[in-house]
C-alpha cells in the first residue's frame, strides 16, 4: 500500500511543478480574517519519481509502457504512435515490411488480447500497419503482458496489450493535434462542470486525394494515380462523477480503411482492392466501497469487418466476413494485509461471419453460408501477496464455450442444411507468477500459465492484406491452447540507471489452425471446417535488455534468439518444419539524446532475420505444362530485415498559449530494400518457358515533416 502512496504522491508533486509558476501560502490558523496570501514566482522544475527498482520489484503487472517516451522515437511519416513502438519492446517479432501482423513469442497475429478501455479490438492497425488506430493525444494508460498473464485475462494465447483512454479529467480545456504529410489528426479534452469530462478526436489521411496527385503533377509515375490508401478514425467519450466514490465512463470509436492496388510497376496485381473497420463501444462503472474494497464493472460492444476484391490468377473474386461481440464484465478488488486479491465474471457473446465468398462472375454470393454464434462465460480468481523477498501471484481461470446452432445467411437455405447440435467446451486454466528479490537490486521472475482460445482468425492469402476467416470451435474444431512457461533474472546497476534482464521461455501450441484449400474451394464448401489443417506447435528462445534510464542520453538494447516449429499432419509429411513467422534472431536498438531544452535527437535500428516462405526449388515441364517441385515446407527464407530511422525534435517557442514542436524523421535512412513480398512467375515465350523468384518492395527512404500542437 506504501508503495502505491509513494507512486501517488510522486505524480501529484510532478503535475504541480509543471503545471503551474505560482505557488499560494496560506497561514495555518482558524481565523478566517487572517488568511493571508502570498504569490511568489519560481523556477521550473524537473521532479522524477524516485522510487527505486520499481522494475526489479514489480509484480505480475506486466510492463507498464512510457507513453511519452515512446512518442519521442522515430516514427513514418511524422506521426508518433506508441502502440507501433512496441515492436521495440522485446518479445514481439518484427513482421516485415509495412506489416500488420504481431508476433509475440513465437505467437500468431489473432492470438492477442487488444484492449481499448477494457473493450476487445479485433485489428489494431491502419494501412498494412503503418499506423494504429489508437490516437496517441488520447493515450492515458498503455500496459504490455508477454508472460505471467493474470487470470483476469484470457480468450487469447500470446500476449495483453491493455490501453486506455483519457483516464483523468483535464484540469482546463485542451487541444492538441498533428498536421503531417500523410495523415493529421486533432482532439479536444474540456470539463463541462467539475463532474463531467468529455473528449473527442478525429484523424484523416490524404494520400491518395493530395499527396499521390501532387506527386504525379511533378512527374513522379503517373501509374500511382491508379491506387489509393486511405483511412480515418473517431473517438468520443466521457467520464462522470456520480459521487465522491462512484465514476461512469463511456467510449465510442470508429475506423476505417480502404486499399485499392491497380497496378505496380514489379508485381503485377490488377484491380485488388480491400476494406476494413473496427466499431468499439462501451460504458464503465466503478465504485469504491471502502478504501480497500471496490469494483468496476464493463459493458462493451465490437465489431470488425473485412471486404476484398482479388484478381487472382486472372479470375475475380469478393471475400467478405465479420465478427460482431458483446461483452460483460465485472471485477471486484480486496486489498487484505498483504494480499491483493481480485475476483470477476466474464461474459462474451459472438455472431462470426466467417467468409461471404463469390466470383464476380456470379450474380449472387454463395447462399450456403452460414453465421457462427457462440456464448463464452469465464470466471477467475487471483491473489496476489508479499512476504519478506517472495512475491506469488496465483490464480486460476475457468471457461465455458457454448457453440450455437448455425444461423443461415441467406433465406433460400434449408434449416436441415444447418449444424443444428450445439457444442460445449470447458477450460480449466490455472496461472502462477512469483518474484523473489536476491538483494535490493536484484530479483528473479518465473511464471507458468495454461491459456485457451475459442475463436481463431486464419489467413487465406499471404499478401499482407486482411484476407482472413472466422473460425470458432465447434463439433469439428477444437479450442486452440497454449502452456507457457517463463523465467529471468533482473537487475539494477549504477543506482537504478541502468537495468539488465535476460529471460528465457518455452511455449508448447495444440490444435492450431492452417487453411489447407483453394479460393475456389470456398465456392463449392460450404463447411469451412472441411478445408482446415489441425497441428501443433512449440516454440522457445531467450531474450536479452539492457536500459539506460536517467541523463541526457538515454535508450536500450533488446535481443531475442527464438525457435518456432509448427508440425501437421497433412503438410511436410507430418515432419516438424519452422513457422511462416519463426525469427531466429531479432533486435532493436534505441537512443535518445536530449541536446538541449529545445532539441532532441533519436534514433531507432531494428534487425530481424528473415522469415519462411514455402516457395518451389525447382521446375520441369509435362506435356507443355510448368509443374513445380517443392522441398520440404517452409524451407524458403526472405532476405533479413533490417531498417535505421531518425527523428529530430524541436519546441518552437510558445506563442499565445501554444506550444509546438516540429518533428523531421527520416524513414529507412540508408533505403534498405526490404521484401514486402515474395512470390514466383512463369513466363512462356515461343514454347521456352522462364520461372524466377520475384520480390516486392515497397517503402523505400521516407523524409517527412510534421508539426505537433497542444494549447
Not at 465504485?287 to 459493458?299: C, E, G
Request: hydrophobic share 40%.
Amino acid at each position: 500500500m506504501r508503495h502505491i502512496l509513494f507512486a501517488l504522491a510522486a505524480m501529484f508533486v510532478t503535475l504541480v511543478t509543471y503545471a503551474q509558476q505560482t505557488y499560494h501560502i496560506l497561514k495555518d490558523t482558524t481565523d478566517s480574517n487572517s488568511i493571508i496570501l502570498k504569490v511568489q514566482q519560481i523556477k521550473e522544475i524537473d521532479v522524477r519519481s524516485s522510487y527505486p527498482l520499481s522494475k526489479i520489484k514489480s509484480g505480475s503487472s506486466g510492463i507498464s509502457v512510457d507513453v511519452n517516451e515512446l512518442k519521442k522515437l522515430p516514427n513514418l511519416l511524422g506521426d508518433s504512435d506508441p502502440f507501433k513502438a512496441l515492436q521495440y519492446m522485446g518479445g514481439i517479432s518484427q513482421a516485415g515490411e509495412a506489416s500488420a501482423n504481431m508476433n509475440v513469442r513465437g505467437g500468431d497475429n489473432d492470438q492477442n488480447v487488444i484492449l481499448l478501455n477494457g473493450c476487445p479490438v479485433e485489428s489494431p492497425t491502419h494501412i498494412l500497419g503503418l499506423f494504429s488506430i489508437f490516437n496517441p493525444d488520447l493515450i492515458d494508460q498503455m500496459r504490455y503482458f508477454k508472460s505471467g498473464i493474470p487470470s483476469e485475462y484470457g480468450g487469447r494465447l500470446s500476449s495483453v496489450i491493455d490501453i486506455k483512454n483519457n483516464v483523468q479529467a483535464p484540469v482546463n480545456t485542451e487541444i492538441a493535434g498533428n498536421l503531417g504529410v500523410l495523415a493529421s489528426r486533432i482532439s479536444l479534452k474540456t470539463s463541462l462542470n467539475k463532474d463531467l469530462a468529455v473528449y473527442a478526436a478525429l484523424r484523416m489521411s490524404y494520400l491518395g486525394t493530395v499527396v499521390i496527385p501532387m506527386l504525379v503533377r511533378l512527374g513522379i509515375n503517373p501509374r500511382l494515380a491508379q491506387n489509393n490508401f486511405e483511412f480515418y478514425d473517431t473517438n468520443f467519450g466521457f467520464n462522470y462523477k456520480l459521487s465522491s466514490a462512484t465514476r461512469l465512463s463511456g467510449h465510442f470509436y470508429a475506423g476505417d480503411d480502404k486499399l485499392e492496388v491497380s497496378c505496380n510497376d514489379k508485381f503485377v496485381i490488377e484491380d485488388n482492392a480491400s476494406r476494413w473497420g473496427n466499431r468499439v463501444g462501451g460504458v464503465q462503472l466503478s465504485h469504491v466501497f471502502t478504501p480497500v474494497f471496490s469494483m468496476i464493472h464493463n459493458l462493451n460492444v465490437s465489431n470488425f469487418y473485412t471486404t476484398s476484391n482479388l484478381n487472382w490468377l486472372n479470375t475475380p473474386y469478393n471475400v467478405n466476413s465479420e465478427r460482431t461481440t458483446f461483452n460483460y464484465k465485472s471485477d471486484f478488488m480486496l486489498v487484505a494485509d498483504n494480499h491483493n486479491l481480485k475476483t470477476g465474471l466474464d461474459i462474451t457473446v459472438a455472431n462470426l461471419l466467417p467468409f461471404a465468398f463469390n466470383k464476380e462472375t456470379n450474380d449472387t454470393l454463395n447462399s450456403r453460408l452460414k453465421y457462427n454464434q457462440f456464448t463464452d462465460i469465464a470466471l477467475y480468481f487471483r491473489d496476489e501477496w508479499e512476504k519478506g523477498p517472495v512475491l506469488i501471484n496465483a490464480g486460476i481461470r475457468a471457461a465455458v464455450h457454448l457453440k450455437h446452432p448455425d444461423r443461415p445467411f441467406s433465406t433460400s437455405m434449408a434449416l436441415n442444411e444447418l449444424m443444428v447440435t450445439e457444442k460445449l467446451y470447458t477450460a480449466i486454466e490455472p496461472r502462477f507468477f512469483s518474484r523473489w528479490l536476491l538483494d535490493e537490486a536484484s530479483s528473479v521472475k518465473v511464471s507458468a500459465s495454461k491459456h485457451f482460445q475459442f475463436s481463431n482468425r486464419v489467413q487465406l492469402i499471404n499478401l499482407g492484406l486482411p484476407v482472413e476467416i472466422f473460425v470458432s470451435a465447434s463439433e469439428q474444431v477444437k479450442p486452440s491452447s497454449l502452456w507457457h512457461f517463463s523465467g529471468g533474472y533482473f537487475r539494477s546497476l549504477c543506482d537504478n540507471k541502468w537495468e539488465f534482464s535476460v529471460e528465457a521461455y518455452y511455449k508448447s501450441f495444440a490444435n492450431l489452425l492452417e487453411y489447407g484449400g483453394k479460393l475456389n474451394d470456398l465456392m463449392i464448401e460450404d463447411n469451412i471446417e472441411k478445408l482446415l489443417y489441425r497441428g501443433r506447435a512449440y516454440a522457445y528462445g531467450s531474450e536479452f535488455m539492457l536500459r539506460k534510464n536517467y541523463g541526457k542520453f538515454t535508450g536500450w538494447f533488446n535481443y531475442t534468439l527464438g525457435w518456432n516449429f509448427r508440425q501437421f499432419d497433412d503438410i511436410n509429411n507430418g515432419m516438424p518444419y519452422l513457422a511462416t513467422n519463426d525469427r531466429r534472431h531479432d533486435m532493436s536498438l534505441i537512443g535518445i539524446y536530449q541536446i538541449n531544452d529545445k532539441l532532441s535527437l533519436s534514433v531507432a535500428y531494428v534487425y530481424a532475420t528473415g522469415s519462411r516462405l514455402n516457395l518451389p526449388r525447382s521446375w520441369y515441364i509435362v506435356d507443355g505444362n510448368v509443374v513445380l517441385e517443392y522441398s520440404k515446407h517452409n524451407s524458403f527464407v526472405m532476405p533479413d530485415y533490417h531498417r535505421l530511422d531518425l527523428s529530430l525534435v524541436y519546441k518552437l517557442p510558445v506563442w499565445n498559449k501554444l506550444n509546438s514542436e516540429l518533428n523531421i524523421s527520416i524513414y529507412n535512412v540508408y533505403n534498405r530494400a526490404n521484401p514486402f513480398m515474395v512470390y514466383y512467375n512463369t513466363v512462356a515465350e515461343g514454347g521456352n518457358f522462364d520461372y524466377k523468384i520475384k520480390m516486392h518492395y515497397l517503402t523505400p527512404i521516407l523524409p517527412s515533416l510534421s508539426w505537433t500542437f497542444r494549447f
